[in-house]
């Protein structure tokens, strides 16, 4: 019983693994081992694919190891893998089954001696950059009075109490429409470009400021996504990025149209041009009142060195004696008035006396007796006229009379027509069978010539 058991065991010591169970054991020992490591190479053979996956692998001068890293990893990257990019993964080693080939599951993805927020920064911005959206000939200037500024800030922050302070002091005419947002951690580059949208939506806006603080990149990193930097650059109206302080750099500030080194810098941008017109105005309002004081001085010092030459005597002089020649002529002419009135009046009174001493009303009945005779005689001569012109009338109507052919016809005569309505003069005008009409003096018939 011993010898068989052994040789049992014997034969069981000696069968072989299968490939399938080979590999399943390494892969025990080798994700046992190596169930989280930190490895550092650099990136080759980098595929995205359609599925959002990353396949690569790292190498150094003596070996390669092959990685992968799934999209749900991926999306917490700041940056984007690239060949020849010096990185530090962390992860877990893996026995890829179907190949035999053991691999790297990436978890964590690191540049080397450039961080990745500041790798992610100059990758988006080198982007961007290729595409023309930091073009400087794309850059709208900001309007010289603008009536409605719009604010994107948080509305708790400092940021928002600067510009609202340095605007009542710049142009406390200049209107703020404020579309608060968060500017620090997740879901504030959302707020922000829902913020933009809201104020190109308002027709009364000019101008957009979009900023905050200062503060680390991380606090700023909402203004390096590219979602953000891509509202910025469709604004309607023109945008000045007021983000962080003087040293501080984000996408956004490439991509406005304006850069402000901080939020109250920006509000003096689109306030400063009001407030130095009316300075200026005020100069020059200033300027002239000096200046007309200065030549009323001027012209009345010449005034007064004319007054005192003997050339405005002169003038002075002949004026009098052309005011004194005018009085004298004045006189004159009313002198000659009252003469020619009273030699009026005095015609006036001799007509008058004339008009009285005629006797009118004799002279109107002695008209008025004219006048009925000759009424009298214009009566009997129209008469006289209507008696001869209705005998010559009553002589000329019997001479027609004689002459029209109806009398003719009661005298026993008759008229021939044809059939075309003519007149027949002589009997050889119809021929047998022909129709005739005939016209007589209380008729008329039709007839046929034999």
């Given at each position: 019983?011993?010898q068989l058991?052994?040789?049992?065991?014997l034969?069981?010591e000696?069968r072989?693994l299968s490939?399938s169970?080979?590999t399943a054991?390494i892969?025990?020992?080798v994700?046992?081992?190596?169930?989280e490591?930190?490895?550092e190479?650099?990136?080759?053979?980098?595929t995205?694919?359609g599925?959002?996956?990353?396949?690569?692998?790292?190498?150094?001068?003596g070996?390669?190891?092959r990685?992968?890293s799934?999209?749900?990893?991926?999306r917490?990257?700041?940056f984007k893998?690239a060949?020849?990019?010096?990185?530090m993964a962390h992860?877990?080693?893996?026995?890829?089954e179907p190949?035999?080939e053991y691999?790297m599951?990436v978890?964590r993805?690191?540049?080397?001696?450039?961080g990745?927020?500041?790798?992610a920064?100059e990758q988006?911005k080198t982007?961007?950059a290729?595409?023309?959206l930091f073009?400087?000939?794309?850059?709208?200037p900001?309007p010289l009075?603008p009536?409605c500024?719009?604010?994107?800030?948080?509305q708790t922050g400092?940021?928002v109490r600067d510009i609202?302070?340095?605007i009542?002091?710049?142009?406390?005419?200049?209107?703020v429409l404020i579309?608060?947002?968060r500017?620090?951690?997740?879901?504030?580059?959302g707020?922000?470009?829902?913020?933009i949208?809201?104020?190109?939506?308002r027709?009364e806006v000019?101008?957009i400021?979009?900023?905050?603080?200062?503060?680390s990149i991380?606090?700023?990193?909402?203004?390096?996504?590219?979602a953000?930097?891509?509202?910025i650059?469709?604004?309607r109206?023109?945008?000045i990025?007021a983000?962080?302080?003087?040293?501080?750099?984000?996408?956004a500030?490439?991509?406005a149209?304006?850069?402000?080194?901080?939020p109250?810098?920006?509000?003096?941008?689109?306030s400063?041009?009001?407030?130095?017109?009316t300075t200026?105005i005020?100069r020059?309002r200033?300027?002239l009142?000096?200046?007309m004081?200065?030549r009323?001085?001027?012209l009345?010092?010449?005034?007064?060195d004319?007054e005192?030459?003997r050339?405005?005597?002169v003038?002075r002089?002949?004026?009098?004696a052309?005011?004194?020649r005018?009085d004298?002529?004045?006189?004159?002419?009313e002198?000659a008035?009252?003469?020619?009135?009273?030699?009026t009046r005095a015609?006036?009174?001799?007509l008058?006396?004339?008009?009285s001493?005629a006797d009118i009303?004799r002279a109107?009945?002695?008209?008025?007796?004219?006048?009925a005779v000759l009424?009298?005689?214009?009566?009997a001569?129209?008469l006289?006229?209507?008696?001869?012109?209705s005998e010559?009338?009553?002589?000329?109507?019997?001479?027609?009379d004689s002459l029209?052919?109806?009398?003719?016809?009661?005298?026993?005569?008759a008229?021939?027509f044809d059939a075309r309505g003519?007149?027949?003069?002589?009997?050889?005008?119809v021929?047998?069978?022909d129709?005739v009409h005939v016209?007589v003096s209380?008729?008329e018939?039709?007839c046929?010539?034999?």
């Amino acid at each position: 019983m011993s010898q068989l058991t052994f040789l049992e065991q014997l034969a069981r010591e000696r069968r072989p693994l299968s490939i399938s169970e080979l590999t399943a054991r390494i892969k025990g020992l080798v994700e046992s081992e190596f169930f989280e490591v930190w490895v550092e190479g650099e990136i080759s053979n980098f595929t995205r694919a359609g599925s959002g996956h990353w396949y690569f692998s790292l190498k150094d001068d003596g070996a390669s190891l092959r990685c992968a890293s799934f999209r749900t990893q991926n999306r917490l990257a700041r940056f984007k893998p690239a060949d020849g990019l010096h990185v530090m993964a962390h992860g877990r080693l893996t026995l890829y089954e179907p190949r035999g080939e053991y691999q790297m599951i990436v978890e964590r993805l690191e540049p080397v001696g450039l961080g990745a927020l500041q790798l992610a920064f100059e990758q988006l911005k080198t982007r961007l950059a290729a595409e023309g959206l930091f073009d400087p000939a794309r850059k709208r200037p900001l309007p010289l009075l603008p009536r409605c500024v719009g604010v994107v800030t948080s509305q708790t922050g400092a940021a928002v109490r600067d510009i609202l302070r340095v605007i009542r002091r710049r142009n406390h005419a200049l209107s703020v429409l404020i579309a608060p947002a968060r500017v620090q951690g997740e879901g504030a580059a959302g707020e922000i470009i829902r913020a933009i949208k809201l104020l190109c939506s308002r027709e009364e806006v000019d101008v957009i400021i979009v900023g905050r603080g200062g503060g680390s990149i991380e606090d700023l990193w909402c203004f390096n996504e590219e979602a953000v930097a891509r509202a910025i650059a469709r604004s309607r109206v023109p945008v000045i990025s007021a983000v962080g302080h003087e040293i501080d750099y984000t996408i956004a500030d490439f991509v406005a149209d304006h850069r402000a080194s901080t939020p109250s810098a920006a509000a003096d941008m689109v306030s400063a041009a009001h407030s130095d017109l009316t300075t200026r105005i005020s100069r020059l309002r200033e300027d002239l009142l000096h200046a007309m004081e200065y030549r009323v001085s001027t012209l009345r010092r010449q005034l007064g060195d004319l007054e005192r030459s003997r050339g405005f005597a002169v003038v002075r002089d002949r004026i009098q004696a052309t005011l004194q020649r005018l009085d004298y002529a004045v006189t004159a002419i009313e002198r000659a008035l009252v003469k020619k009135t009273r030699a009026t009046r005095a015609s006036l009174a001799q007509l008058g006396n004339r008009l009285s001493e005629a006797d009118i009303a004799r002279a109107l009945s002695a008209r008025r007796g004219r006048l009925a005779v000759l009424s009298g005689k214009l009566d009997a001569s129209a008469l006289s006229m209507v008696r001869r012109n209705s005998e010559q009338l009553a002589v000329a109507a019997g001479k027609l009379d004689s002459l029209s052919p109806l009398a003719v016809l009661g005298r026993g005569y008759a008229i021939a027509f044809d059939a075309r309505g003519s007149v027949i003069k002589r009997a050889d005008d119809v021929s047998r069978g022909d129709r005739v009409h005939v016209k007589v003096s209380d008729g008329e018939m039709d007839c046929i010539k034999e």
